[in-house]
């Protein structure tokens, strides 16, 4: 993948289940936040084996072949992935770009050969990076 950056892993909960968190220690060495201005977000919900809310091996199998697909989004500094939360019947991506029409557009050509996944997939406009400033903020320890 493009990043040099390592990926901080933690554990939370939510709503008494337990939550995987995944965030880029830091943003990308020599880019400018604010030319990839535009947030992308995936969520897959998927329903949990037992209480614990996380996915079972077939769905997790699913989504590690549908996040391989991803990696190419990331060659060549067009955009960033940047944050990945796993639990509660829910696993969701967070994408930086520069233009989040091109990247769907590139996204749709890396999975035509994939199945239909059960995605919802989010455009925001998040110049300042806000929404992975705080979940670093939140994460302890950091």
């Given at each position: 993948?493009?990043?040099?950056?390592?990926?901080?892993?933690?554990?939370?909960?939510?709503?008494?289940?337990?939550?995987?968190?995944?965030a880029m220690s830091s943003v990308p060495r020599g880019i400018k936040t604010e030319e990839f201005s535009k947030l992308?977000?995936?969520?897959?919900?998927?329903?949990?084996?037992?209480?614990?809310?996380?996915?079972?091996?077939?769905?997790?199998?699913?989504?590690?072949?549908?996040?391989?697909?991803?990696?190419?989004?990331?060659?060549?500094?067009?955009?960033?992935?940047?944050?990945?939360?796993?639990?509660?019947?829910?696993?969701?991506?967070?994408?930086?770009?520069?233009?989040?029409?091109?990247?769907?557009?590139?996204?749709?050509?890396?999975?035509?050969?994939?199945?239909?996944?059960?995605?919802?997939?989010?455009?925001?406009?998040?110049?300042?990076?806000?929404?992975?400033?705080?979940?670093?903020?939140?994460?302890?320890?950091?």
């Open positions: 993948m493009a990043q040099e950056n390592d990926w901080l892993i933690a554990e939370a909960e939510q709503d008494g289940k337990p939550v995987i968190l995944r992308v977000s995936i969520f897959w919900e998927y329903r949990s084996p037992n209480d614990a809310g996380m996915p079972d091996s077939d769905t997790n199998e699913q989504q590690l072949t549908f996040e391989s697909a991803l990696e190419a989004l990331a060659e060549g500094g067009y955009s960033y992935p940047m944050i990945v939360v796993t639990g509660n019947g829910v696993k969701e991506w967070h994408w930086y770009t520069k233009d989040s029409q091109a990247w769907m557009d590139r996204l749709n050509e890396q999975l035509k050969d994939h199945p239909t996944y059960p995605l919802a997939i989010e455009l925001s406009d998040d110049p300042e990076w806000s929404l992975y400033h705080s979940f670093l903020s939140g994460i302890s320890g950091r």
